[in-house]
């Protein structure tokens, strides 16, 4: 009779061990996340084993979040959690996720550079896609001595971005990301438009000037070129680029429909009507279609252009100054008799 028992409590313990193995692979192999497609966790300098675990919780299954915690807790994951942006696939398990997270294997973003007006609004921008702080990148971007160090001054560095679509590490450092800018830049520039510049006798810095200028006069991509063709022959024959966007800059009002007389005399190195030649920098991060216009301007012999008085968006473009009255005179109207001040 003692043989016979001692036997059931064998198997009871061995049926007890089974079953706690079966639930642990369970635990361990059904998926985290309950998503139908990838989904992404950012885990940035503030996170602790806890913070990342309650950011993986509204996503994942009540198994599969189970297996996971538990791989969490006991490891020394807690001691060292790194920053990033890490995907859990739909079928991804407590022990895959776990490895991606404690091993650093983040995932890479799009990161689109957009045609800001200002450092401070890029900063924002940039701000809500990376990492970094608003604060962070906008101190960078006003140093002088960071700038320099990549070739440009607080007033050029626009220059340095190029309006594209990039595959960077969501919590790439300030420096890592204004090194990339840079080797992008270059890439860009490399070759063909360099030699374009060249001959026009223009640096990119100052190709970026123009077409920043040249941006804000028009949406229209097809009349850029034309737009540059006449900037062009101002800058050679030294007169006043006379450009209204950039009093709108100086004055930091770019929501301005009208540029009174007055607002011409606004006191600023980048006002084109006091000062001749370029301003110090580009008004805004040029746009390739605007880089690209600059390097292939149209050849004429305009000096003068006013918005057309259909609202259009486009321009008249004239050879001498009375002509040129003539179409801003027909501007003038059409701006009256709309009520736009």
Known sequence: MKKFDSRIYLYVAAAGLLLIVALAIYYLVTPVSKQDSVAYVYIDTDDTQDSVLAKILPLARTSGFTGLSTLIRHSSY????????????????????????KNGQQSSMNLTIPEARTMDRLAALLANKLMLDSATIAEALTSQDKCMRLGYDTCTIPALFV???????????????????????????????????????????????????????????????????????????????????????????????????????????????????????????????????????????????????????????????????????????????????
């Open 163 to 341: 309006p594209n679509t990039y595959d960077v590490y969501w919590n790439m450092s300030i420096d890592a990301l204004l090194e990339r800018m840079q080797k992008e830049h270059d890439r860009f520039w490399e070759g063909e438009r360099e030699e374009k510049a060249a001959q026009k006798q223009l640096t990119p810095v100052e190709v970026c000037t123009l077409a920043s200028i040249i941006d804000e006069e028009t949406a229209n991509n097809q009349e850029k070129p034309m737009i540059a063709g006449m900037y062009l022959n101002r800058l050679k024959e030294q007169m006043p680029l006379q450009a209204d966007p950039t009093v709108k800059f100086a004055l930091k009002q770019f929501e301005l429909k009208r540029i009174w007389q007055k607002l011409l005399q606004t006191d600023s190195p980048y006002n084109t009507y006091k000062n001749e030649g370029l301003p110090p920098g580009p008004i805004k991060v040029a746009s390739i279609k605007g880089i690209d216009a600059v390097l292939n301007a149209v050849d004429h012999d305009y000096l003068y252009m006013c918005a057309k008085e259909d609202f259009s968006g486009t321009h008249n473009f004239a050879r001498t100054y009375q002509e040129h009255l003539q179409n801003a005179a027909k501007y003038t109207k059409a701006l009256n008799e709309r009520g736009i001040k």
């Open 78 to 101: 807690g001691e060292n959690v790194r920053t990033g942006r890490y995907a859990i696939e739909p079928g991804d398990g407590p022990i895959t996720v776990f490895r991606r997270l």
